[in-house]
Structures are given as C-alpha cells and as structure tokens.
C-alpha cells in the first residue's frame, strides 16, 4: 500500500523534551480546526506494539537484552505499527502524527549503543517498507534538563529499563539526532526544546501552516 494523499509526522527527541507534551497539544488543535487526526507512539500503537513496548520497558530480567534484540522488537513493533495504522491511514489521506519513530532507532540502538547505522538502515528499510515522515520535528534539549524533567513527571525512580540509562548514553542520543538532522534538512525541524510548552507548539503549529498550507484544513 502507498503513502497516497496523507501527511506524515514525527516528533523526536531525547528523555524529556517535551514530545508527548507537544503532539497532545497540536492534535487538540488539530481537531477543534476538523482536521482527521491519528496519533500513534512508539513502541506500541498497536496490539502488537504495546506489548512489546510492556517486554522493552521491563526492569526486572535477571539478564537484560542485548542491544541487537533491543533493536529487533523495536523494529518488529514498527513493522506492525506502518502496515496496521499508519499506511492505511495515509492512504485515506489523514494527518498522522508519530510520537517517535525510526530516527528513535538511529539515535539510541546506533549512535548511543554503537551499533552499525548501515546495518540498522538495512533492516530498518525492510520494516517500514518505504513510509518516511514528511515532517520530523527534532526537540533538542539538554539531556541534564530532560532527566530532571522526568523524575519530577514520574517521580524519584526511572520507571523504565531506558531512563536508567547514564548521562553520556543520552549525550550520544542528542548528538545522533543533531547529526542525523544535518544530513537531512529538507525533512527535519530543529526547536529549542528549553523554551516554553507554548512557544515550542507555536512553532510546530506555525511551521504546519506554512508548509502544508491548505492540506492543514479539515478533510
Ligand atoms: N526508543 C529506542 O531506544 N529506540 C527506538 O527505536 C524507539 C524508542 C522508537 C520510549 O520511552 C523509549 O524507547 C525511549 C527511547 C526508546 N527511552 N528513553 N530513554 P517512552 O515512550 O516511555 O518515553 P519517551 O518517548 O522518552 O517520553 P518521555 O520521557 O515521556 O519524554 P517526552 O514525551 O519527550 O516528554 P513529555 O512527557 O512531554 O514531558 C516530560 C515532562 O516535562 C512533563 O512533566 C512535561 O510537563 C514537562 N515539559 C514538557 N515540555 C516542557 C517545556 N518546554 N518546559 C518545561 N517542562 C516541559
């Protein structure tokens, strides 16, 4: 199945910036204007999806997960999420607003855990099967803040395998990102995620307007 008609959006970023934040945001709004919206995350978004998202976010397996089947259920989950939700969806032509998606992989199985981009590439081609954002919104934060925002959302203890994680792996994260945004600047957006929740979504909003001009009205 092609991509057709619809519109496809990412939002990335490390721990913290604000990307759940932003797509609740921008889908409210979104839908008070009458525009069909679906919102997915991942991992998860589907039956599938959610249940590995359940296995990735374990804390408690006597031996944790490679990073090469940490990267496989990632990928598996994808596999799901762009043949049940998402390819559907843009071919009847809606707005599809991820909350992350495959630069979450380049990001953190290949520039934190070091494992070969050209290798995550190939097998990540296979599982989306040629669905690429049109959009991807970068929220570029220092990890530091991003860390002390989540442990006062969810509290003193990291409540995932991932948010144990070290300083230095999400200062890899970050810098993965960036770079991956400078070899792709026709489809990522950078925003300064330490400006405010409402400036950041301003830009978001602003920056849809302008760039899909009249296909951000209802359908
Ligand atoms: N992962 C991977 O390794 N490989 C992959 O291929 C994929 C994912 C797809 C998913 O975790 C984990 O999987 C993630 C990457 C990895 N792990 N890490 N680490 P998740 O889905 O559970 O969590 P997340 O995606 O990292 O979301 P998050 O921690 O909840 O961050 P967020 O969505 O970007 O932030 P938020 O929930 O919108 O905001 C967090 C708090 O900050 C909250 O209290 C907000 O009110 C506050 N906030 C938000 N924006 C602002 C601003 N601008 N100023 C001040 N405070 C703010």
Redesign the pocket.
């Known amino acids: 199945m092609a991509m057709k008609n619809g519109i496809f959006v990412t939002l990335e970023?490390?721990?913290?910036?604000?990307?759940?934040?932003?797509v609740a945001l921008l889908v409210d709004r979104l839908r008070a204007m009458g525009r069909a919206v679906l919102t997915l995350?991942?991992?998860g978004g589907t039956e599938l999806g959610e249940e590995i998202r359940r296995l990735?976010?374990r804390v408690d397996f006597t031996i944790a997960p490679c990073a090469e089947a940490e990267l496989l259920l990632?990928l598996a989950s994808r596999a799901q999420l762009v043949r049940e939700k998402i390819l559907p969806a843009l071919h009847e032509g809606m707005l599809v607003i991820c909350?992350?998606?495959?630069d979450?992989?380049l990001a953190?199985?290949g520039a934190a855990r070091s494992l070969p981009l050209e290798q995550i590439g190939f097998i990540n081609a296979f599982a989306i099967s040629k669905c690429v954002p049109h959009i991807t919104f970068l929220?570029d934060l220092d990890p530091a803040e991003g860390l002390r925002?989540?442990h006062?959302?969810h509290g003193k203890e990291a409540d995932?395998r991932?948010?144990r994680?070290t300083i230095t792996f999400f200062e890899k994260v970050r810098a993965g990102y960036l770079s991956l945004a400078e070899r792709e600047p026709d489809r990522f957006v950078i925003l300064d995620?330490h400006?405010?929740?409402k400036a950041?979504h301003g830009e978001i909003f602003n920056f849809l307007c302008h760039r899909l001009g009249g296909a951000i009205e209802s359908r």
């Open positions: 970023g490390s721990e913290g910036a604000g990307k759940s934040t932003q995350r991942e991992p990735i976010r990632f909350d992350r998606y495959f979450s992989t953190y199985q929220l925002r989540v006062l959302h995932d991932m948010e994680e995620a400006k405010s929740i950041i």
